[in-house]
Antibody, heavy 121, light 108 residues
Framework: EVQLVESGGGLVEPGGSVRLPCAAS????????MSWVRQAPGKGLEWVGR??????????DYAAPVKGRFTISRDDSKNMLYLQMNSLKTEDTAVYYC????????????WGQGTLVTVSS | SYVLTQPPSVSVAPGKTARITCGGN??????VHWYQQKSGQAPTLVMF???DRPSGIPERFSGSNSGNMATLTITRVEAGDEADFYC???????????FGGGTKLTVL
């Protein structure tokens, strides 16, 4: 059974940083594309970015609002995905979900339960 | 950027058919995926690549995609279907993922 478990959320001041880990299990993690998706309170879903699997070079892509501030990385030896968030703004307040992404269909097949990051002074 | 347009809300009586649309420029040339998000829960995939249902999703859920509109159809709607639904595509030129704004399905 595929499991994705995010952690690391909490209250952060504007301009601050936080790293969100996502623990993966139940599949061959190193081969799988992984994405982060966020949802601001009462709002819709917004794609944050992805990291491709090792066979596809492990490269990253980022949505425009977070490019240059957020970094996605992975540790395939530990089946862990990370989202490093720097220079945080109040508009980054959201529940952050880690997901698997099919490189073939582009669907986000499996989702974690999410972790809430609140950016506020 | 690629814009996906969904109606904010759709209401339907139990046992009837709900149709949730997702509009986009030449969306028929893309693979569209649909997610259901029940209150307080994470989204779950209910339709991928326009017409394919993941295991465990009832046959009451079906999809179509042509021209500038994709549609998720739910027949014999049940109270438990009430949720927010989102469409999603990946733009082939940028490789970026885009979501529609979401549609709240209310079962009357």
């Amino acid at each position: 059974e595929v499991q994705l478990v995010e952690s690391g959320g909490g209250l952060v001041e504007p301009g601050g940083s936080v790293r969100l880990p996502c623990a993966a299990s139940g599949f061959t993690f190193s081969h799988v594309w992984m994405s982060w998706v966020r949802q601001a309170p009462g709002k819709g879903l917004e794609w944050v970015g992805r990291i491709k699997g090792e066979t596809d070079g492990g490269t990253t892509d980022y949505a425009a609002p977070v490019k240059g501030r957020f970094t996605i990385s992975r540790d395939d030896s530990k089946n862990m995905l990370y989202l490093q968030m720097n220079s945080l703004k109040t508009e980054d307040t959201a529940v952050y979900y880690c997901t698997t992404e099919s490189p073939y269909s582009s669907s986000l097949d499996n989702w974690g339960q999410g972790t809430l990051v609140t950016v506020s002074s | 950027s690629y814009v996906l347009t969904q109606p904010p809300s759709v209401s339907v009586a139990p046992g009837k058919t709900a149709r949730i649309t997702c509009g986009g420029n030449n969306i028929g040339s893309k693979g569209v995926h649909w997610y259901q998000q029940k209150s307080g829960q994470a989204p779950t995939l209910v339709m991928f690549h326009n017409t394919d249902r993941p295991s465990g999703i009832p046959e009451r859920f079906s999809g179509s995609n042509s021209g500038n509109m994709a549609t998720l159809t739910i027949t014999r709607v049940e109270a438990g279907d009430e949720a927010d639904f989102y469409c999603q595509v990946r733009d082939s030129s940028s490789d970026y993922v885009f979501f529609g704004g979401g549609t709240k399905l209310t079962v009357l």
